[in-house]
């Protein structure tokens, strides 16, 4: 048995930073300013530290300019340690967790925490192209939990709070999830104010290639979606039917449950705000999962390729 934390990217800056430039630069350093790739040389003095050459920039960048990690007085290799250990946990690892395995204060821990479900995020350009396709199964559904009014601190009853299924367009007061899940393939999760008809049609209608069949259960709210589908085929929960041949929602219905599992037994306080990072995070997981060809290294290795090119939206603690 290896221990993983002996690798020397967990235990020093330098090999951190070695391991982040290979994984974002294969193919030499690209100059975070202007987008060239390989010609820039490192400016002496200071490891890490690289100038462009292209005449019109010549700007300094290193492998952490414009990224989640930028303008973070964590050392690299405790970003490491928190990439991994955010990629290895099946439920998440909360940030008093981290606080306290990495020695480093809440807020900063949170801090990291939140930038790093920031990086596991899929870029536009390449984490939107439609599940699905010719031969495809992909399955639908939604499912609500904690409150609206929990987020807005108007009542302290809803840590723990079951998680339930609403009616039709669900529970107003209740947070909506919708999620979309490939058979044996990807997913991907949404959070909307509201999943009434018109939202998860555009859902729907936006993220599945109409090749696909389409599985749910029995709710309306895919009835007109449905229709642009190669087949749209249901199982009907309401009475007692799960399986029927090859229709059902066990896939997306297992992502949920991950999903609950995790938000209730580790992030006990979300802000609706916040929901659709946590989102993010258990599905970036869940498609670089295990069962689809990924170890733990993989995982951490695809969250450090999305550092970069993202919205920063967190301040710095002191
Ligand atoms: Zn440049």
């Known amino acids: 048995m290896s221990n993983v934390f002996a690798a020397a990217h967990f235990n020093n800056d330098d090999a951190a930073r070695n391991l982040i ?36 920039c ?20 405790k970003w490491m340690m928190g990439f991994y250990l955010m990629n ?35 870029d536009d350009d390449t984490g939107t192209d439609p599940l699905g396709g010719k031969g495809k199964i992909v399955e639908a559904d939604e499912t609500y939990f904690g409150s609206v009014e929990e987020a807005n601190k ?7 709070r079951k998680f339930t299924k609403g009616g039709r367009s669900g529970p107003s007061n209740k947070r909506a999830v919708v999620s979309l899940v490939e ?28 090749e696909s069949r389409l599985h749910t259960d029995e709710s309306r709210l895919y009835d007109f979606p449905g229709a642009a589908f190669k087949a749209h085929e249901t199982v009907t929960h309401s009475h007692g039917e799960y399986v029927r041949g090859d229709v059902h929602t066990n896939s ?28 993010a995070e258990f599905d970036h997981r869940y498609n670089y999962r295990i069962a689809l060809g990924f170890n733990d290294t993989d995982r951490m290795n695809a969250a450090i390729k999305g550092v970069g090119d993202k919205r920063l939206t967190y301040r710095q603690p002191h």
């Open 154 to 160: 108007r009542t302290k009853t809803t840590s723990g």
């Open 88 to 122: 290895a946990s099946k439920k998440g690892i909360s940030a008093h967790q981290l606080h306290r395995a990495l020695g480093m204060t809440y807020q900063t821990a949170w801090f990291m925490c939140h930038r790093i479900r920031e990086a596991m995020r899929p």
């Open 21 to 56: 430039e290979s994984i974002r630069w294969p193919d030499g350093p690209v100059c975070s300013h202007c987008g060239s790739i390989n010609h820039a040389y490192a400016v002496t003095g200071r490891a890490g530290l690289y100038r462009c050459a292209e005449p019109e």
């Open 58 to 77: 010549r700007k300094d960048f290193t492998c952490t300019t414009g990224t989640v990690m930028e303008r973070s007085k964590i050392p690299l290799h």
């Open 252 to 279: 997306v219905e297992g992502y949920f449950s991950i999903f609950k599992r995790g938000m209730k037994g580790v992030y006990q306080h979300c802000k609706e705000k916040n929901l659709h990072r946590y989102l």
């Open 183 to 210: 058979r044996g393939g990807r997913v991907r999760s949404f959070h909307p104010a509201r999943a009434d008809g018109n939202t998860v049609t555009a859902i729907v209608l936006d993220n599945i290639r109409s």
